[in-house]
């Protein structure tokens, strides 16, 4: 809320609504377009990977060409022409950099633009960033400091020279390669992303953090997260995301991977922010990701908190599977909608252990001609018994164009068990308006208030430094929709 | 010149006619209270005054310190020190109280062309003015009105008008849903806010407010237009002989 004014003054700078919009040139390397088993080997030869690498990446791409595109959620979008999409371009940098002083000038003013210096000395105190620009990752900062606690924070590529065999374990071991369609594509072309490795007992002392970037025209980002947190261990990690303003439609399919072992925390927290494309629709990220966490060991714990304003389609369902007894879920969602935008987005909790408990708060906000679904699966197994689930969907509309939608599945197998789900559907009402107007606020102002205390259960779960950017996010995303 | 000049106001709901012709004039340092039966057009009186959308004036003016407020939207009406109390206060869920002043604060203060207060200085001061209020911090962390009984809405929309003050403050029926003693803590609020610099219109249906809130003058609202004006003692005529007597006189 203290950031409402700063979030209107914010507004009021940039000229167009999205302002990360701009394009960096930077010679790129490219992979030939479309997609082929030679484009698969292209990529593997590209990150000298293992042969088994390679293999398992053959083996997803025959699978994918076996599998059709999902059709139940609620977006409607041209057919994707996967021939037409360059699955790799890397910036032409020096392959392997010592240190921040190496990484290619014209970088890190885009990121600086960004607002996110790669600067160690100018990061927020505490926060270690991995920088995944198109298909690479250009920089990680903090991985000493890290390194002393044992800690692994790594791009996943590099990971898989240094860790294969921790790669090699866990690796499709939460998604497997057959999971769904964008899962399998992932699978094959994967390009960079972040891995992680927090070893038994340690708490990790900041941050970290991934920032992705697609630059390159007609090219897709496809990357792979993997985190694994040993016993008795805590990490919170961050993920920021943004592209360049394009009349075409870019394609993103990620596939993020968590494990958690007994007693171990993982917070995962996402704004994204991708181009949502133009008031009428035209361009904009196409945003298909897979992301599922593991809690396999006892009281483990998995906690999912996403801001999602941008992409013109987001098709996203952070889910937890609860197989360590006393294990726990968390979902933590908003997500904004607004002229052509269209949202679905929930998530699964999959509860196998016993007195495993699970949380789901969503808020979604709709505003424009956009659609905003919320889809969300909680099942039961049957032993699962004294396990718990609370959700709790809010939908929020601003104009009367715009849609919402709550579709809950809940699938109970043991009587032993409690699930609670309760929606609401509201509406920025004339009343609540004309209250903040009648003190003085204006219009943008109000809004912005009335959507962040909408929000607010969400917000919360945020890092600080991550609420007041969200925020803003947030009151950009809406501008213009009232009034 | 008038703080407050309502010149031959006519406003149409639905087509029907709610304020014929009504004029008022409020100098500064004056309580004006005006009475009516339900219907009248109070509220609508107050909405029109603040700027509400669907309440636009048909003709006549409206003149806040000389400047006419018929261009002005809601919130620069509010801004330039037009203050309503409302009747019946609005929940913001999830917005904060301590927040949600700041931001009304700053506004005022930046259109005043005051330096915007910051975090500190603001809570500060809120907490200053909240204790004279009795009103209690906790209440300032709470969301805008959510789960507020009818005493603390009220205490809050005064405590609101003492951290913005206004020029002239329009009081909705705010003496409803009180009980004696929450109507005394309001009044007194009211009361220390009352100076030669500002105006303050008391819209009521009872006279018992008026009981703590002394006007200067009182006018009866009766079928959209002031039928009668005088002093206190007019109010307590309406409490002795009720509306239909003065009504069927005018």
Not at chain 1, 284 to 296: A, D
Not at chain 1, 366 to 375: H, I, L, P, W
Not at chain 2, 198 to 206: G, M, Q, R
Request: with cysteine.
């Amino acid at each position: 809320m203290v950031a409402t004014q700063e979030t209107i003054n914010k507004v009021k700078e940039v000229s167009s609504t999205y302002k990360y919009g701009f394009v960096t040139d930077l010679e790129a390397e490219k992979a030939p377009l479309g997609l082929s088993e030679d484009i698969v080997k292209f990529i593997s030869h590209k990150k000298k990977e293992p042969r088994w690498l390679l293999e398992w990446r053959l083996k997803a791409y025959k699978k994918w060409l076996s599998m059709e595109a999902p059709n139940w959620a609620m977006i409607d979008f041209p057919k994707i022409d996967f021939q037409d999409i360059y699955y790799y371009s890397a910036p032409k940098t020096k392959p392997k950099l010592n240190s921040l002083d190496e990484v290619d000038p014209e970088l890190l003013r885009t990121y600086e633009k960004l607002g996110i210096p790669i600067k160690e000395q100018e990061v927020l105190a505490g926060v270690a960033v991995d920088y995944v620009f198109d298909s690479v990752s250009v920089a990680t900062t903090f991985r000493e400091k890290l390194a002393k606690e044992g800690i692994i924070f790594c791009p996943i590529s590099e990971a898989v020279q240094t860790y294969p065999d921790l790669v090699k374990k866990y690796i499709g071991s939460v998604i497997p390669i057959s999971d769904n369609y964008y899962a399998a594509l992932n699978s094959a072309v994967f390009t960079d992303g972040s891995f992680v490795f927090i070893p038994k007992g340690v708490r990790c002392p900041m941050e970290l953090s991934t920032y992705f970037r697609i630059n390159e025209q007609n090219s897709g980002q496809f990357e792979r997260t993997l985190i694994i947190a040993e016993d008795n261990t805590y990490v919170s990690y961050l993920e920021g995301c943004t592209a360049p303003q394009r009349d075409e439609n870019q394609l993103h399919a990620a596939v993020v991977e968590l494990v958690a072992m007994n007693n171990a925390e993982i917070k995962y927290s996402t704004v994204q922010n991708w181009y949502p494309g133009d008031k009428d629709g035209k361009g904009g990220i196409y945003n298909f990701v897979t992301k599922r966490g593991n809690c396999l060991g006892k009281k483990s714990k998995i906690s999912w908190t996403q801001v999602e304003t941008g992409s013109a389609i987001t098709w996203k369902y952070p889910s937890c599977v609860l197989k360590g007894d006393n294990s726990v879920g968390e979902f933590y969602s908003v997500a904004v909608a607004n002229n052509a935008q269209q949202a679905d987005t929930g998530t699964k909790m999959i509860h196998i252990g016993k007195n495993t408990k699970s949380t789901i708060i969503s808020k979604g906000i709709s505003a424009g001609k956009a659609q905003n679904t919320y889809r969300g699966q909680v099942q039961i197994q049957k032993n699962a018994k004294g396990s718990r689930n609370f959700t709790q969907c809010d939908s929020l509309l601003i104009g009367d164009k715009c849609g919402a939608h709550t579709v809950p599945y809940i699938n109970q197998f043991t009587p032993h068990a409690r699930v609670e789900h309760e929606a609401t559907t509201s509406k920025i009402s004339e009343d609540q308006l004309f209250y903040c107007l009648q003190r003085g606020l204006d219009t943008e102002q109000a809004t912005s208030l009335i959507v962040n205390g909408f929000c607010k259960e969400v917000m919360k779960e945020l890092p600080m430094e991550f609420a007041v950017e969200a925020q803003k996010l947030i009151g950009i995303s809406l501008e213009g929709s009232v009034g | 010149m008038s703080l407050l000049e309502i010149k031959n106001a006519k406003l149409k709901l639905e087509d029907k006619d709610i304020l014929k012709g009504l004029s008022l004039s409020v100098n500064s340092g004056e309580v004006h209270a005006i009475m009516g039966p339900n219907g009248s057009g109070k509220s609508t009186l107050s909405y029109m005054l603040a700027g509400r959308d669907g309440y636009e004036l048909e003709s006549g003016d409206v003149f806040l310190e000389g400047q006419s407020l018929l261009e002005m939207e809601a919130d620069e009406r509010a801004r330039s020190g037009l203050f309503l109390a409302f009747q019946y206060p609005v929940e913001l869920p999830g917005v904060g109280g301590m927040s949600f002043l700041r931001e009304a604060v700053n506004s005022r203060r930046k259109f005043l062309g005051e330096e915007e207060l910051d975090h500190l200085a603001f809570v500060k001061e809120a907490r200053k003015v909240a204790s004279k209020m009795f009103v209690k911090d906790e209440m300032l962390k709470r969301a805008v009105n959510v789960g507020f009984s009818g005493g603390e809405k009220k205490r809050f929309e005064i405590l609101q008008m003492a951290m913005l003050k206004p020029k002239v403050s329009i009081l909705d029926e705010t003496d409803s849903g009180l009980d004696v003693d929450a109507l005394k803590i309001v009044s007194d609020g009211v009361n220390a806010q009352r100076n030669d610099d500002n105006a303050i219109v008391v819209i009521t249906h009872y006279q018992r407010l008026l009981d703590y809130i002394v006007p200067d003058f009182v006018h009866i609202l009766s079928d959209g237009s002031i039928i009668k004006s005088g002093g206190a003692e007019l109010a307590l005529e309406v409490e002795k002989n009720g509306y239909a007597g003065l009504i069927n006189a005018a």
